[in-house]
């Protein structure tokens, strides 16, 4: 019923969300199109790998040393019902490593570049600053697009084994300051059912998440039209489409991964 | 017979003009901002597009340097057809026209002396040293080499401007298009912008479409004038010609 209302009041509606989405297949296209040909603008993909990452460390060991804690205390009270305290940090490494630490570390990321690039190429856009570089010869695709989205996929991996680690860090301080727990014991019980390919899998697949957030934030701002409004529009945009696109890729790789490597 | 001032598609005047523009349509979804627009700038003329605000001006221009494709009608520039260019072609045509936009549409993140060498860089073999005298030169004849280290935030409205310029002539184009070159400027910055596009037609025979609703500018600089109303050309001539034009839109812009 109230689809149907919506249809009616907006007829458009549809429309709309139907030419958007075939209009961001073709700006993904686009990307896969030109990031193999030059211009390769490597000076401006280290920039933009050094504006992702080194200045989103602090705010990702933040969020991974709260992990950490926040995983430990809540779970001790669990598995300790179980008489299973003991497998504590075996718990939060599978936790952390496989799901926490990406997707969290992913949502993180979202919000800080996602935004900031939605609302950097839109600012661009309506300054004409994007026309400026076209009729320069400038290829601004390539310069603002692909080196984000390229930086974005290099650097999400690292940033989420780099918040594992200080959730890890996170985790024995509290099983430290719980349990008086020795660090040698922490480490081995931790590790013993990690496997090689937990790390591999579910780290690299913060590189498909890299993808959407660069690819998404740069898709809202290259087509802001408009004024400052629609450049706000574009950057809050580019955080909740992110995210949501992070949330149900993460399904389908974790669907896809469990059917190739097996469960836990 | 028609009335003087119905609707009158002004033909281009015959010759190899540097600017052209035949019988060009273009339309916004349900808005046709350009009715059939015709025109012509020879090798070396200052021409000036006058009209309201809304008319079309700009998206006039744009065509020139393909930021946007006609519906109907054909673009000329150099002897090329515009709207059919594509890739390296497309590149080429560009870099020989440089284009002033409206709010000088200058890197942000760049100081004055990186907005130019940017461009410089990328598409000339020059050493560093090449470059950095390229640019100083030309920030020199805009008057602004002291403001090199400065961002654009940093600088007035007619400096923005100015700094825009030199980033437009700094590959030496054959071609300058200005989209509002003095709007937001104070009198004496008026004159100077347009004092420097006098220039730069006298001393390195630019051609140059200007558009503008800034009479003291159009009066400064214009060889050739055409009025937009409408979508369409309905007055053409010297600065003089569309000040003692008979055609009540014309007289209505120029006030009393």
């Known amino acids: 019923m109230q689809f149907r209302s919506l249809l009616r009041e907006q007829p458009g509606f549809l429309n709309d969300v139907l030419v958007r989405t075939g209009d961001f297949a073709l700006f993904v296209g686009e990307f896969f199109n030109r990031f193999w040909r030059p211009p390769f603008e490597g000076r401006e993909l280290i920039n933009q790998m050094d504006e992702a990452g080194t200045k989103s460390f602090a705010l990702t060991a933040v969020t991974g040393f709260a992990i950490g804690i926040v995983l430990s205390m809540q779970s001790r009270g669990t598995l300790a019902r179980f008489g299973a305290e003991a497998v504590l940090p075996n718990m939060l ?21 996602g935004a900031g690039m939605g609302a950097e190429i839109g600012s661009m856009r309506v300054t004409e600053q994007i026309d400026a570089l076209e009729v320069a010869a400038l290829k601004p695709f390539n310069y603002l697009v692909v080196t984000r989205v390229l930086a974005c996929v290099f650097i999400f ?6 918040t594992d680690v200080i959730a890890m860090v996170g985790g024995y301080l509290e ?39 660069g690819i998404v934030s740069c898709y809202l701002g290259y087509t802001v039209r408009g004024g400052t409004r629609e450049v706000g529009q574009a950057a809050m945009q580019s955080v909740v489409v992110s995210s949501l ?16 490597f097996g469960g836990a | 017979m028609e009335s003087p001032h119905s609707d009158i598609v002004i033909a281009p005047p015959a010759g190899d003009p540097t600017l052209e523009l035949r019988e060009v349509h273009k339309s ?91 461009v410089l860089e990328r598409h000339t073999r020059f050493s560093k040293a090449e470059r950095a005298e390229r640019i100083y030169e030309t920030l020199e004849w805009v008057n602004l080499r002291q403001t090199a280290l400065q961002y654009p935030a940093e600088l007035s409205g007619g400096q923005k401007k100015r700094v825009g310029l030199a980033r437009a002539i700094i590959l030496e184009p054959q071609i300058l298009l200005y989209d509002e070159p003095t709007t937001g400027l104070d009198p004496v910055s008026v004159r100077i912008v347009s004092d420097l596009i006098v220039r730069l037609r006298d001393d390195r025979g630019i051609t140059s479409i200007a558009i ?15 009025f937009l109303h409408e979508g369409r050309i309905i007055e053409r001539g010297s600065y003089q010609d569309l000040l003692q034009s008979d055609h009540p839109m014309v007289r209505e812009f120029f006030g009393p």
């Open chain 2, 28 to 118: 916004f979804g349900d808005k046709h901002i350009l009715r059939g627009v015709s025109l012509a700038v020879q090798k070396g003329q200052s021409a000036v597009v006058m009209g309201g605000s809304g008319t079309g001006k700009s998206v006039l221009i744009k065509h020139f340097v393909q930021l946007l494709l006609p519906d109907q009608g054909e673009v000329w520039a150099l002897g090329r057809r515009v709207d059919q260019l594509e890739g390296d072609e497309l590149d080429r045509l560009r870099l020989s026209i440089g284009y002033l936009f409206q709010g000088s549409a200058l890197f942000d993140s760049m100081t004055v002396f990186e907005n130019l060498d940017f």
């Open chain 1, 93 to 113: 490494a599978l936790s952390v490593f496989k799901e926490i630490g990406p997707v969290i570390t992913s949502l993180v990321l979202a919000g800080r570049l």
């Open chain 1, 157 to 162: 991996p690292v940033l989420t084994i780099w």
């Open chain 1, 245 to 260: 696109l992070i949330l149900l890729a993460d399904v389908l790789v974790v669907r896809i991964s469990l059917t190739f």
């Open chain 1, 175 to 213: 099983s430290v300051l719980s349990s008086n727990m020795d660090y040698r014991v922490f480490i081995a019980t931790a590790f013993s059912s990690l496997r090689f390919s937990d790390l591999i899998v579910d780290t690299l697949k913060t590189s498909i998440f890299g993808f959407i957030v």
């Open chain 2, 212 to 226: 503008t609703h800034d009479l003291l500018c159009a009066e400064i600089i214009t060889d050739i004038a055409f």
